[in-house]
Structures are given as structure tokens and as C-alpha cells.
């Protein structure tokens, strides 16, 4: 049994490649004629016209480099297979030899094949997959409704059949991540609660740093990052916090203590941050909020620890971010009140899967930290999201549509009263409380009813199979980080979009791409980099393409998505030796 499935993980992949080739083939041949056969007005002279060729042809050249790289990676797996042919063939012979003892022969493998899929190929399979999406975002901004039609079912078909092939690796992929979160938790709980706490090196943090909730969380995170890397147990005065203002002790009646031996700050020598040397030898360190760090640690975000770094970069589109979910993780564990109320509302409300989250920020942010998005480009991306899972049972042969539950998360209670029903009368089901929005005004934030019903939201938007929101509010990012914790066969990195900004996570020290082919600027608004050379990201423009800065020459512009992947960097953390 072993060695049949082993056969048919590696006849698997091998399947992968040679669809993975056959769609890039396809995509390039589409992409050609959409390109040539496109008509765009404002590029009707020749040198335009040059553009658009010399465009194309990088997209091609691209292309063909993951063809070359999948075909590499194919010739290996044919290898593989040639050790298992000769294997099963050894094993069938020993079968044959013994026919009277009807006992199962156990055969050991003692081959160098690694079952599993290496690093490199989850990463190629990973960019096939958004490589999709990132020609699709291209081509909605080109081309008329009538032609993305068939574009969109062509994408819906392929993404079907990469799940397909993925879907062979999933238990592996499912276990892996498992262990690596029990791992994390396991180190951050050990962290928390030390045997001794009078003995025991402490961080301690003040949580009362002047913004809203999702700020003053992710400023928590930060100071639990930091004591993590420096080995040292988090003290952090909970009962002080100023939100809300109503209710004493709001954190412990939402979350459970983060440590249950150890609250104590007081030490026999203590010191604030600086770059003084011996600063490991002081028993409690007071550390600033990020923003005004000096000096500058090596661990600040969107830093991984370096002992993880392998295991996570294979499973996961975002290292950064699932781990720093796996920090919130533990910290908002929710309170036995807060686990009932949670349980009760999803029943009541029949929460169930799949279904899609929204988060729709209106209020104080519009017009001084983000635009204002209609619904109805929060639900382009829904109603994406449920074609792709029609088209999936009927290739399944499940002819039943899926039912299109929404779970709407918004702190303007007329986007309940008003804007959803034309979506109702389209058969989405929207699922929620409009009491939850009602309780969000500006004016009673500082209120415990206001802040629990936004755990409420930001806890069930974690638990969603995709998010629509944007990137610029605290809130969404909180419910995407969370999101990554769930213990899933699915990499969640991409089970996202964001209307308006990338990730960021506030306080962070660089955001990186890394180049992997060359790119020539093809006009004025874009910029030139060679491979390997690392690009800072400032937005997502939506159409296949970035605004960022070479990290070398300093010049900033547009350049393609699909030529770069994430840079991460990583350092050891104490907590892990």
C-alpha cells in the first residue's frame, strides 16, 4: 500500500507538469491573440505598436522559462518513477514467491525518492496558479464583457484542474502546517508561563497606544514578536486598557490571559530598549511601541524566524503572515463567553460553509485613509468566487448550484438597509446582524458592546473561506492573518482580495519583491531591473502590474506582477532554540 501510494502521489505530479505545460501553452496562444486582435485606441501608432509586441514577447519569454522549469522538474519525476516501476515490479516477485503463506510481505523502500513534493515545485505549482489570475486581471481591464466571458470559463477550467492535481498532496500539506502550528504554539505557550516568574526575563509592553482596536492589537503583536525573538516572557497590563472606556478588564472578558503564571513586572534590574550591549543581561526589558523604535531590531515585520523558514516558504504564499496570525492566534484566544456567544450567533444565523466575507469600511476612514467602494465591487469578487464552485461540481458531475452565502461585516448599517437587495433578489444570502453595524458609530466605540460585536465580526470573517475588503483597514488585515491559522489542506495565502491596498503590517521595516527574469521598461511610468534584484511594492494597481522602487537605483514605477515573487527574509529567533 505503501508503495501504491507513493506510484500514484508521483504519477501525480508528473500529471501536473504535463497539464501545467499544456495550459501554458494554451495561455500563451491566448494571450497572443487577444493581444494581436484587441484593438486599444490610444495604441494605433507604429512605436506603440512596438510596445505591445515587445510586451507580448516578454510574456511569452516568461512562459517559456516556467515551461523549461516544469519540463526540468518533469524529467526528475520520470526518474523517480523509473525507481518506483522497478520497486513495484520487486514487490510483485516477492509476492509471487510465497502464494501459500497469505501473509503480506512488508517491503521496504529504500530509495533516495522523496514522496513528498520538494520546496521548489509547491512554489512553481503556487505562481502557475496566480500567474492565472494575474493574466485574467490584465486581460478584465482590456477587453470588452462579451470576450472575458469565454477568458472566464477558461480560467474557471484550469483552476479546477490544478485543484484537482493539488488535491493529491493535500493530507501531506494538511499535516505539515498542523505540526508546525502546534509547534509555535506549543513555544509560545511555554514562553508564557514559566516555572519561575520571579527568575523569568520579561518584555513588557503598554498596551495603551493611541488608536483603535485593530491597532492596539497589532501593536500587541509586535511586542509579542519581540518576545519571541528575545526569548522573554510578555508582560502586558490587560486591565489597563484604555477601550473601552465603560468596562473594566474588557480584554480578559473577550480573551483568555496570555499567560497564566506570569503577570508580574517587576524584576530585580530593569532597563528600557537601546542598543546598549548588555542589554540581555537586564531581568525586565520596557519595550516602545514600533513606531518610534531606535534603534531598529533585526526581527521587526515582515521578518520570519529562521527556524521555521523552510517548512513554512514551502506551505504558504505568505510566510509572514501566517505567522503572525499564529501570534494572534494565541493571543485572542477567545473566553469561554466569547466561544458560546460565537457558537450561539453562527447557529442562529446559519453560518456555514463555504461562504464569503465581506467587510465593508465606511464611516471615519472614507475620504482620509481610503476610497470609497461601492458594494458592488465587493461583490464582483463574490459572485467570482461561486462561479469557480459551480463549474467545480459540475465537472464533478454535481449538478446542484451552491448555495451564495455572504457574511456582510460593515460599520454603516444602510449597507444592510439599502444596497444589498439587489443581491438578494439575485439569490445571495446575506448572513449577519445589521445590531452588529448599528453598535459600530464613531460615537459608541468606546463602548464594550461596540468593541465585542467587532471581535464578533473581525472572529467570523477569520472563519470565512474568502475575504473581500480592503487591505487599509486594521480590521480586514486582523481577519485575513487570522484566517491563515485555520488548520486547512488549502494554502489561504490567496483567499483574498483587497479593493484597495497590499498587506502591510504598520511599523513594518521593508516589503520586497524579489525579480526572477529581467524586465526593460516599455515606457515612461514603468521601471527597468534585471533578475535577482530586489523591488519595494507600494500597490497592487489591479491590472497585472505594480507601483514600487528598485531597492538599487531608487527609481519607482510600474513593473509586472508576474516577473517577481515575495522576498523574505529571516532571522533566528531565541524562543525557538
Given amino acids: ?91 510483485e ?40 489570475d494575474e493574466i485574467w486581471h490584465h486581460l478584465r481591464n482590456r477587453m470588452s464583457k462579451k470576450s472575458m466571458s469565454f477568458v472566464n470559463e477558461l480560467r474557471y477550467n484550469m483552476i479546477y484542474d490544478l485543484d484537482v492535481l493539488s488535491d493529491r498532496d493535500n493530507r501531506w500539506r494538511y499535516e505539515e502546517l498542523k505540526n508546525l502550528s502546534n509547534f509555535v504554539q506549543n513555544r509560545i505557550h511555554r514562553l508564557q508561563n514559566p516555572s519561575d516568574c520571579g527568575t523569568a526575563k ?42 473601552p472606556s465603560d468596562q473594566p478588564n474588557s480584554w480578559g472578558r473577550l480573551f483568555q490571559p496570555i499567560s497564566q503564571t506570569c503577570g508580574d513586572p517587576s524584576g530585580h534590574n530593569r532597563t528600557d530598549w537601546s542598543d546598549d550591549k548588555l542589554l540581555n543581561s537586564y531581568q525586565v526589558l520596557y519595550y516602545p511601541i514600533i ?22 516558504v514551502r506551505q504558504s504564499g505568505e510566510p509572514f503572515i501566517w505567522f503572525i496570525g499564529q501570534v494572534l492566534k494565541y493571543m485572542m484566544r477567545p473566553s469561554s463567553d466569547m466561544s458560546q456567544y460565537i457558537d450561539n450567533f453562527k447557529r442562529d444565523n446559519q453560518f456555514k460553509h463555504p461562504i464569503v466575507g465581506i467587510h465593508v469600511r465606511r464611516t471615519d476612514k472614507i475620504g482620509t485613509e481610503a476610497k470609497f467602494h461601492t458594494i458592488h465591487e465587493y461583490m464582483f469578487f463574490v459572485e467570482d468566487f461561486y462561479n469557480k464552485l459551480d463549474l467545480k461540481n459540475e465537472r464533478n458531475s454535481v449538478h446542484k ?32 446582524d ?5 453598535s459600530a458609530d464613531p460615537y459608541q466605540r468606546r463602548e464594550f458592546e461596540s468593541l465585542h460585536n467587532v471581535v464578533v465580526d473581525l472572529l467570523l470573517l ?15 488585515r486582523l481577519a485575513f492573518e487570522l484566517m491563515q491559522t485555520r488548520h486547512s489542506t488549502q494554502d ?86
Fill in 1 to 91: 500500500m505503501y508503495l501504491t501510494s507513493v506510484w500514484r502521489s508521483l504519477k501525480g505530479r508528473s500529471l501536473f507538469i504535463l497539464v501545467s505545460l499544456s495550459w501554458l501553452l494554451l495561455i500563451a496562444f491566448l494571450f497572443a491573440v487577444t493581444t494581436v486582435f484587441e484593438r486599444v485606441p490610444e495604441e494605433s501608432n507604429a512605436l506603440q505598436a512596438d510596445n505591445r509586441y515587445t510586451k507580448l514577447n516578454d510574456r511569452l519569454n516568461e512562459a517559456n522559462r516556467q515551461i523549461d522549469l516544469l519540463m526540468a522538474q518533469n524529467k526528475q519525476l520520470a526518474q523517480h518513477l523509473q525507481v518506483l516501476t522497478e520497486l513495484k515490479v520487486k514487490r
Fill in 93 to 132: 516477485e516477492l509476492s509471487l514467491e510465497s502464494p501459500k503463506t497469505n501473509k503480506k510481505l512488508k517491503v521496504r523502500n529504500r530509495s533516495p525518492v522523496n514522496v513528498f513534493p520538494s520546496t521548489e515545485f509547491e512554489l512553481s505549482f503556487r505562481r502557475v496558479r496566480q500567474n492565472i
Fill in 202 to 243: 520579561k518584555l513588557v509592553c503598554d498596551l495603551n497606544k493611541s488608536c483603535g482596536f485593530g491597532c492596539q492589537v497589532h501593536h500587541l503583536a509586535h511586542c509579542f514578536v519581540a518576545a519571541m525573538a528575545l526569548n522573554r516572557t510578555l508582560i502586558c497590563d490587560t486591565d489597563d486598557w484604555r477601550t
Fill in 291 to 312: 513606531d518610534y523604535m531606535q534603534p531598529i531590531p533585526p526581527f521587526l515585520p515582515l521578518v520570519i524566524p529562521t527556524q521555521i523558514a523552510d517548512p513554512l
Fill in 401 to 432: 448550484k451552491v448555495e451564495r452565502l455572504v457574511y456582510l461585516a460593515t460599520d454603516e448599517p444602510e449597507v444592510w438597509r439599502k444596497e444589498i437587495t439587489p443581491y438578494q433578489e439575485k439569490g445571495y444570502v446575506f448572513k449577519g
Fill in 434 to 438: 445589521i445590531k452588529l453595524s448599528e
Fill in 462 to 476: 477569520s472563519q470565512c473561506d474568502y475575504i473581500v475588503c480592503t487591505f487599509s483597514s486594521q480590521i480586514c
Fill in 492 to 577: 489561504l495565502s490567496q483567499a483574498f482580495y483587497s479593493l484597495d491596498d497590499i498587506y502591510y503590517f504598520g511599523g513594518q521595516v521593508f516589503h520586497g519583491k524579489k525579480a526572477l527574469v529581467s524586465h526593460s521598461a516599455q515606457n515612461d511610468r514603468e521601471i527597468s531591473f534585471k533578475s535577482g534584484d530586489i523591488l519595494g511594492i507600494a500597490r497592487n494597481e489591479h491590472n497585472g502590474y505594480n507601483t514600487g522602487d528598485h531597492n538599487r537605483t531608487k527609481h519607482k514605477g510600474l513593473y509586472p506582477r508576474f516577473k517577481v515573487t515575495e522576498f523574505v527574509e529571516s532571522v533566528p529567533f531565541d524562543v525557538f532554540d
